[in-house]
RNA sequence: GGUCCGGUAGCUCAGCUGGAUAGAGCAACAGCCUUCUAAGCUGUGGGUCUUGAGUUCGAAUCUCAACCGGAUCACCA
């Protein structure tokens, strides 16, 4: 029971014995004192006043009175305007801070044998270019919300479905062909991905050529695309890779593996990972059989041209395509087909999609379309929608080259890291490899804080050129502090201060050490939070307010010259769960904290 | 046009189950390295919380309307 949870119930005691009402936990407004006042938390009197039959002041001082002769825990109180603000005492701080020192577990719930089964699918990338910006943030806040998950005690199943099949895919197959046989990444010094990709881009650049030489021999712009022998080309690899084209396929192979490897370093580099990958390739077909169930079931319909439809009229949506004439599935039947395949792999309670906001009414209709179907699961699962990240000049395009590589994006954090640190002298006393580590967790420390403290919903805009700033709300700032605390703690052990396993209760502490003990004992209600509301940005503003704390105590105090020993090994104790708190908190953002820098 | 999301300092963002004088960082300016790491700290300036109504003791927060911006409404994925 924390120290929230006591005083509540300590004022529903001392309503009922003053003004004989019974009041639910949800009606008593207490929250955290502002700075500007003297207390730690805040009753808001003004709903009782009915009740008491009496002006605001008196109320709160009758109250305040009662609260102080009946419960320890309060050192004393004022009431200013409509606000008793009330003082804990000191001795409910120290051990506060003692349970906390001794919790192993601490912000973190274990997870039980029973515990339920969440499964998360994120990142999702196309086999025919590079992650980019937009996959960033996906595959930070997916892996960030799993580790949350965790934390809150659930069995986590982190997935990825790899979208390996389609009409892009047979372009990048195409080009390389064309003009590119015998290259390879060995070859170039080029990862797959990227490699992929160039070729991706080379098709596209032909086929713009191909449509203006059409369009010069006065074609319409639709009749060039429909007269396109390079689009034409690609769509009859797509059906003989349907077909099971031998030649076709290992090409494919082929390619798909310097993709993925390629993938497997970018993933490797962002520090996220996956216990199941699904690829579309193997899970359309189980779709297509889905769909065709629903249309025996009645549940779809069939137009003339044999496609095959569901009509959400009556959900207040379209009718949306299932199955095109030609029996070739779409992007919504995989879904169904891979949604099935992972229901019958693993006992899942809920599912869970971190896929862009673009994608909402897609999510919409799957929910709809797999409770119709019959999965009980359907109706409950979650779309984790995030914003999307713009550019200063606007939305990301890669026709106009404005895309942000994921490779070089984290290179140039990283460069940039090294070069802060190389100019503060931070990396004077490392070996080349501890440099190279430390500069690392750095760069990556800061684009991954910068992108997880926003409100996952809302868009970002995201400067390049400026880069991101290592200093004030960033990751850099907080593991600045975390290597600081570390560095004290080394200091003590030198000193052979041993931190012992608890507090005496009856050292005075100063309001600022108050404040922060009380933001620690806040720390698990955060991580349940940000667990419940899909929010890791929840986490991350609260270990910057934390941090920020912190530092300003640090400032007036210096805590190895401390002479009052008790009180030294307090802050010791202090510095010491706060470096805690970092480390939990950080983690559950996959953001790594050293312990010098 | 229908649906959904957003609009808070010059910029990037917190705050949103209604509560006190709306907060940080960046940028600007002025200070602080005999002090456990100055990637830090202190101070100054900067606001019609898009607008208008409503709900009430009280609204950035809830409701409605308008305006602005974004997404989506594909036989693309």
């Not at 389609?166 to 990444?185: Q, Y």
């Given at each position: 029971?924390?120290?929230?949870?006591?005083?509540?119930?300590?004022?529903?005691?001392?309503?009922?014995?003053?003004?004989?009402?019974?009041?639910?936990?949800?009606?008593?407004?207490?929250?955290?004192?502002?700075?500007?006042?003297?207390?730690?938390?805040?009753?808001?009197?003004?709903?009782?006043?009915?009740?008491?039959?009496?002006?605001?002041?008196?109320?709160?001082?009758?109250?305040?009175?009662?609260?102080?002769?009946?419960?320890?825990?309060?050192?004393?109180?004022?009431?200013?305007?409509?606000?008793?603000?009330?003082?804990?005492?000191?001795?409910?701080?120290?051990?506060?801070?003692?349970?906390?020192?001794?919790?192993?577990?601490?912000?973190?719930?274990?997870?039980?044998?029973?515990?339920?089964?969440?499964?998360?699918?994120?990142?999702?990338?196309?086999?025919?270019?590079?992650?980019?910006?937009?996959?960033?943030?996906?595959?930070?806040?997916?892996?960030?919300?799993?580790?949350?998950?965790?934390?809150?005690?659930?069995?986590?199943?982190?997935?990825?479905?790899?979208?390996?099949?389609?009409?892009?895919?047979?372009?990048?197959?195409?080009?390389?062909?064309?003009?590119?046989?015998?290259?390879?990444?060995?070859?170039?010094?080029?990862?797959?991905?990227?490699?992929?990709?160039?070729?991706?881009?080379?098709?596209?650049?032909?086929?713009?050529?191909?449509?203006?030489?059409?369009?010069?021999?006065?074609?319409?712009?639709?009749?060039?695309?429909?007269?396109?022998?390079?689009?034409?080309?690609?769509?009859?690899?797509?059906?003989?890779?349907?077909?099971?084209?031998?030649?076709?396929?290992?090409?494919?192979?082929?390619?798909?593996?310097?993709?993925?490897?390629?993938?497997?370093?970018?993933?490797?580099?962002?520090?996220?990972?996956?216990?199941?990958?699904?690829?579309?390739?193997?899970?359309?077909?189980?779709?297509?059989?889905?769909?065709?169930?629903?249309?025996?079931?009645?549940?779809?319909?069939?137009?003339?041209?044999?496609?095959?439809?569901?009509?959400?009229?009556?959900?207040?949506?379209?009718?949306?395509?299932?199955?095109?004439?030609?029996?070739?599935?779409?992007?919504?039947?995989?879904?169904?087909?891979?949604?099935?395949?992972?229901?019958?792999?693993?006992?899942?309670?809920?599912?869970?999609?971190?896929?862009?906001?673009?994608?909402?009414?897609?999510?919409?209709?799957?929910?709809?379309?797999?409770?119709?179907?019959?999965?009980?699961?359907?109706?409950?699962?979650?779309?984790?929608?995030?914003?999307?990240?713009?550019?200063?000049?606007?939305?990301?395009?890669?026709?106009?080259?404005?895309?942000?590589?994921?490779?070089?994006?984290?290179?140039?954090?990283?460069?940039?890291?090294?070069?802060?640190?190389?100019?503060?002298?931070?990396?004077?006393?490392?070996?080349?490899?501890?440099?190279?580590?430390?500069?690392?967790?750095?760069?990556?420390?800061?684009?991954?804080?910068?992108?997880?403290?926003?409100?996952?919903?809302?868009?970002?805009?995201?400067?390049?050129?400026?880069?991101?700033?290592?200093?004030?709300?960033?990751?850099?700032?907080?593991?600045?502090?975390?290597?600081?605390?570390?560095?004290?703690?080394?200091?003590?052990?030198?000193q052979?201060i041993?931190?012992?396993?608890?507090?005496?209760?009856?050292i005075?502490?100063?309001?600022?050490?108050?404040?922060?003990?009380?933001?620690?004992?806040?720390?698990?209600?955060?991580?349940?939070?940000?667990?419940?509301?899909?929010?890791?940005?929840?986490?991350?503003?609260?270990?910057?307010?934390?941090?920020?704390?912190?530092?300003?105590?640090?400032?007036?105090f210096s805590i190895l010259k401390e002479t009052d020993n008790d009180k030294k090994l307090f802050r010791?104790?202090?510095?010491?769960?706060?470096?805690?708190?970092?480390?939990?908190?950080?983690?559950?953002?996959?953001?790594?904290?050293?312990?010098?820098?």
């Amino acid at each position: 029971m924390n120290i929230h949870q006591q005083i509540t119930s300590g004022i529903q005691k001392a309503l009922d014995a003053l003004y004989q009402i019974q009041v639910a936990d949800s009606q008593i407004q207490l929250t955290k004192t502002k700075k500007e006042f003297e207390g730690h938390l805040t009753l808001v009197i003004f709903p009782f006043l009915k009740a008491s039959k009496k002006g605001p002041e008196q109320t709160g001082d009758e109250i305040g009175k009662y609260l102080m002769e009946n419960m320890p825990e309060i050192a004393g109180y004022n009431t200013i305007k409509g606000f008793l603000n009330l003082q804990i005492a000191s001795n409910i701080w120290i051990s506060l801070l003692n349970d906390i020192q001794s919790d192993k577990e601490y912000g973190t719930t274990k997870i039980e044998n029973n515990a339920p089964l969440v499964m998360i699918e994120y990142s999702s990338p196309n086999t025919n270019k590079p992650l980019h910006l937009g996959h960033v943030r996906n595959n930070l806040l997916g892996y960030s919300l799993a580790e949350i998950k965790k934390a809150t005690g659930n069995n986590v199943v982190k997935t990825n479905i790899v979208n390996d099949r389609g009409i892009h895919i047979c372009k990048s197959m195409l080009a390389w062909e064309k003009w590119g046989e015998g290259i390879t990444p060995e070859n170039s010094g080029k990862k797959g991905d990227h490699l992929v990709g160039d070729f991706y881009v080379l098709f596209d650049k032909h086929y713009k050529s191909e449509l203006a030489e059409l369009q010069q021999k006065s074609m319409s712009k639709e009749e060039a695309e429909a007269n396109s022998s390079l689009m034409a080309e690609a769509r009859e690899m797509l059906r003989k890779w349907e077909a099971g084209d031998m030649k076709v396929v290992a090409l494919w192979e082929m390619m798909n593996t310097w993709v993925y490897a390629g993938f497997d370093e970018t993933y490797k580099q962002m520090g996220v990972n996956f216990d199941k990958i699904y690829y579309e390739s193997q899970t359309y077909i189980d779709g297509k059989e889905q769909v065709q169930e629903g249309l025996q079931k009645g549940i779809f319909y069939e137009k003339e041209d044999k496609s095959v439809w569901a009509d959400l009229t009556g959900e207040g949506l379209d009718h949306k395509l299932l199955l095109r004439g030609d029996g070739t599935s779409v992007y919504m039947t995989q879904d169904i087909g891979t949604a099935r395949q992972r229901f019958n792999d693993y006992p899942i309670n809920q599912m869970i999609y971190v896929v862009g906001n673009e994608q909402n009414y897609h999510f919409q209709v799957l929910s709809i379309l797999l409770d119709k179907l019959g999965f009980d699961w359907g109706k409950d699962l979650v779309h984790f929608s995030y914003g999307m990240v713009e550019l200063p000049e606007g939305k990301m395009k890669s026709r106009e080259g404005t895309v942000v590589d994921a490779d070089d994006l984290m290179a140039e954090m990283i460069q940039t890291a090294e070069e802060t640190s190389r100019e503060l002298g931070k990396l004077d006393d490392c070996s080349p490899e501890e440099a190279k580590k430390i500069v690392e967790t750095i760069g990556l420390g800061a684009l991954k804080y910068f992108i997880l403290k926003v409100d996952p919903r809302k868009n970002m805009v995201f400067n390049p050129k400026e880069s991101i700033d290592f200093n004030g709300n960033t990751g850099p700032f907080i593991q600045y502090t975390h290597a600081r605390i570390c560095s004290v703690l080394r200091k003590a052990d030198e000193q052979k201060i041993n931190i012992p396993e608890k507090i005496s209760q009856t050292i005075p502490i100063s309001e600022k050490e108050q404040n922060l003990v009380q933001l620690l004992s806040e720390f698990p209600q955060v991580v349940k939070d940000a667990s419940n509301e899909c929010s890791p940005a929840l986490i991350a503003n609260y270990i910057y307010d934390l941090v920020k704390e912190y530092n300003q105590f640090y400032h007036d105090f210096s805590i190895l010259k401390e002479t009052d020993n008790d009180k030294k090994l307090f802050r010791l104790m202090l510095s010491q769960n706060i470096a805690k708190a970092i480390r939990t908190g950080m983690g559950l953002l996959g953001i790594e904290v050293p312990e010098r820098m």
